[in-house]
């Protein structure tokens, strides 16, 4: 699908078996995936992405060769990739990222020879990075992480000899990290985790 999305009225064409159709719809269009610019930095895998306010950021990750560290703002109005200021700790992949109000933050990862157990803090506004307390956990990579309100949630994953499943909640007030209830199934890396309201789900992995 080639669209213009911009505006009340989305216009795309599509092609089916060879047959170019064009599609107009008022207000939007509703349960279709449609293209945007593509991500500013070189293509990777096992990077972070969350969203603060209006904007989407992506970052860290590995593009099969080098492990990365730099740091992109995606304007969804304007359709626009922008670099930011490069995550504060050592280039890696396979580390989570969430936001909590109008910060980001990223932790854990794999840089290549080390598991990692630190714990950053992205302000859009200064666009700087902040180190905040370790990640009260094992150093680890493959974990998942959301948020939940005002706090952060980080647990699952592999810390270089062993499938965690301890579950750990970050207040940013206190900038402080507590242990709370393992997470429910068996222990893992590679899940996925996300919440809903005052819910936070976990699932999937390896």
Known sequence: VAANATGLVRVGTVDIGGNTFT????GGIDNIW???TDFGGMARHAAVGFSIGTRGYIGT???????????????????????????????RYYAV????????????????STYKKDFWEYSPTANTWTKKTDFGGTAR????????????????????????????????????????ADFGGTARMYAVG?????KGYIGTGS
């Open 194 to 198: 996300f919440s809903v309201g005052s």
């Open 61 to 91: 990750g590995w593009d099969g060769s080098t492990r990365m560290k730099d740091f992109w703002e995606y304007d969804p109005a304007a359709n626009t990739w922008t670099q930011k200021a490069d995550f504060g700790g050592t280039a």
């Open 34 to 36: 449609l293209p945007k």
């Open 141 to 180: 990579g493959l974990a998942v992480g959301f948020s939940i309100g005002t706090r952060g949630y980080i647990g699952t994953g592999f810390d270089g000899s062993s499938y965690r499943k301890d579950f750990w909640e970050y207040d940013p007030v206190a900038n402080a990290w507590t242990k709370m």
């Open 97 to 112: 990222g969430f936001s909590i109000g109008t910060r980001g933050y990223i932790g854990t990862g794999w840089d290549g």
């Open 23 to 26: 599609v107009t719809q008022s």
